[in-house]
């Protein structure tokens, strides 16, 4: 088990909260992103020796399962001081054929929320494409949109094809497959840094898209009674399974299938040994037993 450092992003829409909450710098500049957990080329996170945690993973391919299989996650804490663009991730082939890259199916779990915050996930009812084209070119697509009011702790998996943004006042965990394509759809006429339109992706975007009213498919459970603690299931597809571990007292695990990585949201304590606090992320390699012990909130990541 050994902990990882993070790759800071600044988008035109990030605020100062991160920096606040887990003592992020990134000297003086807004945080709009903070990736804990990441070998994407994009940005790749840092193991404890200084070596890139890309370069472990690709020395260590059995450190994922038994099979040496990709990393499949990216995991990331998102500040949304302002709307994020409305949005969609497409599948892995498209993806994968148009972009190079992996689709994007991904899970979001609330950290905090201004009063009245929230989120789209997809349409309130089944939409036509052209009828979606023109409400894109007229400027009101918000009025499709599924808006969902959220607090602390409440979690959503946003598959690939869901149009989705994360809206003002939201702080988030994201666990989502290890890619970085998203195809904006509209950005409520911003301008980025360089003064100009941010680009949109509509034509793309369209091509991925499902048009059919918002399923929720989360499926998040209530907390269960473990050593050290409870254990609430998140949610899971083919890619991750994301739990909520609150931890109180001491909490052993082991797993001969899968990779664990360990994000601590609140509190403190100690991973085999090593002290830890809010903000602080792990990667736990394939087989490897692993102990935390304390008082802390905590998602744990593997495959199912």
């Not at 994968?96 to 997809?122: F, H, P, S």
Request: glycine share 10%; aromatic share 10%; hydrophobic share 30%.
């Amino acid at each position: 088990m050994f902990r990882l450092s993070p790759v800071l992003k600044d988008y035109i829409w990030g605020g100062y909260k991160l920096k606040d909450l887990y003592g992020r710098d990134n000297a003086g500049k807004k945080i709009s992103e903070s990736w804990e957990v990441s070998v994407h080329p994009d940005g790749t996170s840092i193991c404890e020796d200084g070596t890139s945690f890309a370069d472990y993973v690709k020395k260590n391919p059995t450190a994922i399962d038994p099979q040496g299989s990709p990393f499949p996650v990216l995991i990331k804490y998102i500040d949304s001081a302002q709307n994020l663009s409305v949005q969609v991730h497409p599948g892995d082939e498209y993806a994968r054929r148009v972009e190079g890259d992996n689709g994007k199916t991904e899970m979001w779990y609330i950290l905090q929320a201004d009063k009245g915050a929230g989120i789209y996930c997809g349409f309130k009812e089944d939409v036509d494409k052209d009828e979606f084209l023109k409400k894109v070119k007229d400027g009101t697509v918000e009025e499709c949109l599924n808006f969902i009011p959220v607090k602390a702790g409440d979690c959503f998996l946003i598959k690939s094809g869901t149009v989705h943004a994360i809206c003002a006042g939201c702080v988030i965990c994201e666990v989502q497959q290890s890619s970085n394509v998203t195809y904006r759809v509209y950005d409520y006429n911003r301008k980025g840094a360089d003064g100009k339109p941010r680009q949109l992706h509509v034509e793309k975007a369209v091509d991925v898209i499902n048009f059919s009213k918002f399923k929720d498919e989360t499926g998040s459970g209530s907390p269960e009674p473990v050593e050290g603690g409870t254990l609430r299931y998140l949610t899971g597809c083919e890619y991750f399974r994301c739990r909520e571990l609150n931890l109180n007292g001491i909490y052993r695990a082991k797993s001969d299938s899968s990779f664990t990585a360990v994000n601590v949201l609140e509190g403190s304590g100690k991973a085999d040994g090593k002290d830890f606090k809010a903000g602080d992320s792990f990667f736990v390699p394939c087989g490897e037993p692993f102990t935390l012990e304390g008082t802390a909130k905590i998602i744990l990541t593997d495959k199912i």
